[in-house]
């Protein structure tokens, strides 16, 4: 499980954070703040070097000990972050993609959804 | 067969993989110098276990030749002596030659490699041209090698090979180990451990870690820790830290310094975690020990192979290092000076090795901190590490709080510093003035400040010396900025003193400066600490609860000052101070400071006619903006600028240049340029220069700052002019007689304001009065708040309210006709709801109000005689999801519209979950039958009047969009198609309804078979 979700707009303010201890929430939106640093430093690269432009998982962006944070972007620029417990080694790299896929299915459900203004915090009951 | 000894060392092979020749003898010595050259030249795949891909590697052998004592003995698994693979080299060609001896010679040697469970073995048969030429015609050339294939590989073809052409080809190597497949590995078994997976011979490594000396990256192999391994007595941390050292090694021989900072990241963190896995008992603060001396070596191991620049390129990969060294805290000291064991001796002579800074830290708490500054400073800039002790030695050595030996102490060692730092790099460190002495008094000579060209001006500082002894200044400088234009009156000098200026005196003061906590300087002592006890007595009996001493005055020794960094307050920068080259300077050399106040006098230029305003002293008072533009990982290119928005608050002053710095990450100027500036009312726009990454530039704005002298005035014109700035949400509430008007207002400014006397009224002369209910006179209303304001409509009894009030919001005033009022009953029998059984909504409907004039007109009445019949809909909605509504959860109610009149109606609902859940809501409208023609609306297709529908349901009810226009479609039965018009519904207009139950809640207990809970109702 991740212990912190984020969505973050193109022009890098939050859009969805949730994270599941939440007695520490400020630590995490932190985290997250931090490591949008290296999603830009990650995306201008791959502007660089023209890789493969339809990946959009960034890998592993931030680890501290306690915590890895990686990354996604859309192709819209949209960035997600998952922040996972470094102690828990069941999660690879399969299973991060997979956990961003499945964010991304439903962040594309809330884009359909016609009451949803693009740009607003998403709501999730 | 000689081994490679004469080949020079090369760091990446130091142990070959061992290879074993039998056979012909002979043959493979005349191959072996060519082999031996192709071999590592030659890339070869290599297949790796546990499902990594496969790489290319390049590898060296080392051939010898066979004999039975290289096998490996029973139980032994050292992997320097083990021969890795066996090969068979034989030139036969001769099939009755094969039978003769070769088969039997190959037949021993197989057996005896099975008898010491040797596998990876591999036989080569070279066709020399010569051999062939001469038996080519007798048997065709690939029946030796079938009969090898037969005799020996069975199903096995690929272990005989055959080498026609011997100086191309080379034969492929079986697979090795390399230190990375090694950790790959352990970290595999350490995580199978961790989840259970019984491998005993890891136990060894959960023994508690007694040692935390950090990595150990000089020299290429850590033999100590080798031989640890071998022994069987390494720790994790050892066996992590011997093979990091072994790939460190390999990275920096391959030139890649910076994969071995991001490997040396991941090692430190995933060390830190396999021992928690491991459950591996660890003194506190000894992880912390290693991680920081792990990361102080691997930096410095970096800084020891490349050069600055290259550092200073790749900081981005350094970063991460000392971020985490900075990290940790070292304040544990006692137990962990034994557990660093002894230093290396390849670094014992080293005056900076992480060891001796660690261990020095370690012994003296002073000594810790000041590590962790430096550490701290490292991160920011790799290269000033001290600038930031040195300054926080200036404010410790100025502060009057501290015992005089402690000052004297810091102050020595900011001199001594000063005297030992090497200036061969021009590396200067300038520190701010203010936290060594204070500026007093400015005085000028003449004392209207205005001189002759030519003639002297001579401007006399009073400086207080905030040291505890006399400093010997090499340099003492004012820069002072001079301007033409208003240099034309009679072509004197004037030096005005900025906004204190006294030109008549020619004396300007200065006040103390309130700086972080007391006053630093004794005699002018800050804010006093106004102290009361407090004392806290139990309500009851008077017993003392808590005595204590509590500060009023918190909020003025405490304050700090604004941390906007942008404006340039001297005393508020930690960084070296950059003297600004722009400006002209004043400069006094070989000043003596004494403690206390000093007289210091300069002599300002006056070469040229002008006006010259002391600029650092004008920085003070905040006239100047210093933008700094930090590039990032950005490099500036031709034709970018920078847009200022200019803010009411602070006008810039107009000029179109202003000379700018461009600096490297670690502060050092790179280059002078000068920016054009084009401004604008709204925006000021600045051309900045070409910059490289990871630089900065550093530029100056002149600007006023005006002090609004009625900050409030525009916003509250903002706010009755309905600028969309300030939303106003009115809202009207009603409760039968009682009517009350909500207004909100929405601050959405950056500024926090105060509203006070609040008051509505209304100027249609209605005769209504509008009673506050708002408690404060004052209200505070903060940046993005809303403040709710209530009046209640006060009106006699008797007289209905006017139908319409116009004001400047109106608002349409009608009678309660109807109250919904629902009471949610368990099931007979049962004392309490539970969830997964099923309850009674009953709801009672009754009418409250006499037939109204305007009632009348609606279509939504039938008239039965002299009694009017309402035909109403009402709807159950849930949006929370609690409840289920079993049956329908809406339908048609006709009641006559007589005060008193009630319906009541009853339907089943089943709760969802446990808990005080609030009632569904219940909906109440008008129900327009098809026939009638709508008022408002004339025949519109369905689609369109679906839309009409739901906009009013928006108006009315903002959470219930999406229901009830799902019910607005089941009502007509199917999708409303172009076609007759459908009955309608029209909800009831504001106040009209009262629904008594809104808000309620009732309590439900969990159900007591949990199963229920997943019956699925729709």
């Given at each position: 499980m991740a212990v912190c979700i984020a969505v973050i707009a193109k022009e890098n303010y939050p859009l969805y954070i949730r994270s599941v201890p939440t007695e520490n929430e400020l630590k995490f939106h932190y985290t997250v703040h931090t490591s949008l640093d290296v999603v830009e430093e990650k995306i201008s690269a791959v502007g660089k070097a023209l890789?493969?432009?339809?990946?959009?998982y960034l890998g592993l962006l931030y680890p501290t000990e306690d915590y890895k944070v990686y990354g996604y972007v859309t192709n819209s620029k949209v960035k997600f972050v998952i922040v996972v417990d470094s102690s828990n080694t069941s999660l690879r790299d399969n299973e991060i993609r997979s956990m961003f896929r499945k964010l991304h299915n439903s962040f594309t459900d809330v884009m359909c959804n016609p009451f949803y203004n693009p740009g607003d915090p998403i709501q999730s009951k | 067969m000689e081994p490679l000894q004469e080949k020079p060392i090369i760091y990446t092979m130091e142990n070959k993989p061992i290879v074993t020749c039998a056979g012909d003898q002979a043959l493979f010595t005349s191959l072996y110098g060519s082999l031996a050259q192709q071999l590592p030249r030659e890339p070869m795949e290599w297949r790796r276990s546990y499902g990594r891909a496969s790489k290319m590697i390049h590898l060296e052998a080392n051939f010898v030749q066979f004999k039975e004592d290289l096998l490996p003995k029973e139980g032994n698994q050292s992997l320097l002596t083990f021969p890795f693979l066996h090969i068979y080299w034989t030139d036969c060609c001769d099939s009755e030659l094969y039978k003769a001896s070769v088969k039997d010679d190959m037949l021993r040697w197989q057996s005896l490699l099975r008898g010491h469970g040797s596998l990876d073995w591999l036989i080569v048969l070279v066709e020399s041209d010569g051999k062939k030429k001469n038996k080519t015609n007798i048997l065709p050339r690939t029946s030796i090698m079938d009969k090898i294939r037969n005799d020996f590989c069975n199903k096995q073809s690929d272990r005989c090979v055959v080498l026609s052409d011997p100086l191309k080809d080379s034969p492929r190597a079986q697979e090795s180990w390399n230190y990375d497949e090694l950790d790959a590995l352990f970290t595999q078994y350490v995580l199978n451990f961790g989840a259970g997976d019984g491998a005993n011979w890891l136990g060894s490594f959960c023994a508690p870690v007694c040692s935390w000396n950090g990595l150990g990256?000089?020299?290429?192999?850590d033999m100590e820790k080798r031989e640890q391994i071998q022994r069987g007595q390494a720790s994790l941390l050892d066996l992590r830290s011997y093979l990091f050292s072994r790939q460190c090694t390999l990275l920096l021989f391959l030139q890649r310094p910076w994969e071995v900072t991001q490997r040396a990241l991941e090692l430190l963190h995933n060390c830190v975690q396999e021992l928690r896995l491991l459950e591996v008992s660890v003194l506190q603060g000894a992880l912390d020990c290693w991680v920081f001396l792990s990361c102080l070596e691997v930096l410095q191991r970096i800084e020891g192979c490349c050069d600055r620049a290259q550092l200073e390129a790749n900081c981005t990969h350094t970063v991460g290092l000392w971020a985490y060294a900075s990290e940790k805290d070292l304040n544990r000291t006692v137990d962990l000076l034994a557990g660093l064991g002894t230093e290396r001796p390849e670094t014992a002579?080293?005056?900076?090795?992480p060891y001796k800074k660690l261990k020095e830290a370690l012994s003296s708490v002073a000594q810790c901190q000041r590590l962790l500054h430096q550490t701290k400073d490292g991160l920011l800039v790799s290269l000033t590490i001290h600038t930031s002790y040195l300054q926080t030695s200036a404010l410790l050595a100025g502060d009057a709080n501290l015992p005089e030996d402690k000052r004297r102490h810091f102050c020595q060692e900011i001199l001594t510093y000063t005297n030992h730092v090497p200036d061969s790099q021009g590396h200067k460190v300038v520190l701010s003035m203010s936290a060594f002495a204070q500026l007093r008094e400015l005085h000028f000579r003449p004392a209207v400040a205005t001189v002759h060209v030519g003639a002297a001006l001579q401007v006399e500082l009073q400086l207080c010396s905030l040291m505890p002894i006399p400093v010997q200044l090499e340099q003492l400088s004012v820069s002072v900025h001079f301007s033409l234009e208003r240099g034309g009156v009679g072509g004197g000098i004037n030096a005005g003193g900025g906004a204190k200026a006294q030109h008549h005196t020619g004396t300007v003061q200065f006040p103390m400066e309130t700086t972080y906590?007391?006053?630093?300087d004794p005699r002018l002592p800050g804010p006093a600490l106004q102290l009361q006890a407090v004392l806290d007595r139990s309500a009851s009996d008077h017993t003392l609860n808590t005595a204590g001493v509590a500060c009023k005055n918190v909020h003025l020794l405490l304050r700090r000052r604004g941390s906007s960094a942008s404006l340039d307050t001297p005393s508020n920068s930690i960084s070296a101070v950059t003297v600004d080259d722009g400006a002209q300077i004043l400069k006094t050399s070989g000043v003596k400071l004494l403690p206390g106040n000093n007289s210091i006098v300069f002599t300002a230029p006056s070469g040229e006619p002008g006006t010259y305003t002391l600029r650092q002293l004008c920085a003070s008072v905040g006239r100047k903006v210093k933008l700094a533009v930090v590039t990032g990982h950005y490099s500036v290119k031709k034709g970018d600028a920078l847009q200022l928005s200019n803010t009411d608050a602070m006008v810039l002053l107009h000029s179109s240049s202003c000379p700018a710095q461009i600096l490297s990450s670690t502060g050092e100027l790179v280059g002078d340029s000068v920016l054009s500036i084009q401004s604008s009312e709204k925006v000021t726009s600045i051309a900045l220069p070409l910059a490289p990454p990871y630089h900065s530039i550093e530029f100056r704005l002149e600007v006023l700052s005006h002090i609004p002298a009625l900050p409030l005035r525009p916003q509250i014109q903002r706010l009755t002019n309905g600028e969309p700035h300030h939303a106003q949400l009115f809202c009207y509430l009603t409760f039968v007689h009682r009517k009350y008007i909500q207004v909100c207002v929405q601050n959405v400014s950056e500024m926090n304001f105060h509203l006070a006397e609040l008051s509505l009224t209304e100027r249609e002369g209605t005769m209504l009065e509008l009673q506050s209910l708002n408690g404060k006179t004052r209200q505070l209303v903060s940046s993005q708040q809303c403040l709710f304001c209530v009046w209640e409509l006060k009106q006699s009894p008797s007289r209905f309210p006017p139908p319409c009030l116009h004001c400047l919001f109106s608002f349409s005033f009608s009678p309660t006709l109807y109250s919904v009022k629902a009471e949610i009953l368990p099931s007979p029998g049962a004392k309490h709801c539970h969830t997964g059984s099923l309850c009674w909504l009953e709801v009672c409907i009754t009418r409250l109000a006499e037939l109204s004039e305007a009632e009348r007109e609606d279509t939504g009445l039938t008239e039965n005689g002299d009694d009017y019949i309402a035909k109403m809909l009402y709807e159950v909605v849930d949006d929370s999801s609690n409840w289920a509504v079993c049956g329908r959860s809406s339908g048609l109610v006709s009641m006559p519209v007589a005060v008193g009149a009630t319906h009541r109606l009853q339907m089943e609902v089943m709760p969802l979950f446990a808990g005080n859940l609030p009632f569904p809501t219940i909906k109440l409208f008008k129900y327009l039958p098809h026939f009638s023609t709508p008022t408002i609306q004339p025949e519109t297709d369905g689609c369109l009047e679906r839309d009409s529908v739901s906009l009013l349901e928006e108006q009315m009810e903002d959470s219930a969009s999406i229901h009830s226009r799902g019910s607005v479609l089941s009502l007509g039965g199917s999708e409303p198609v172009r076609g007759p018009p459908l009955p309608r519904r029209e909800p009831f207009s504001t106040g009209q309804v009262f629904y008594c139950s809104r808000g309620r809640q009732v309590l439900v207990l969990p159900g007591k078979d949990d199963h229920l809970l997943e019956v699925n109702v729709t």
């Open positions: 890789v493969d432009q339809r990946e959009l | 990256l000089r020299s290429p192999i002579f080293s005056p900076l090795s906590g007391p006053s630093p």
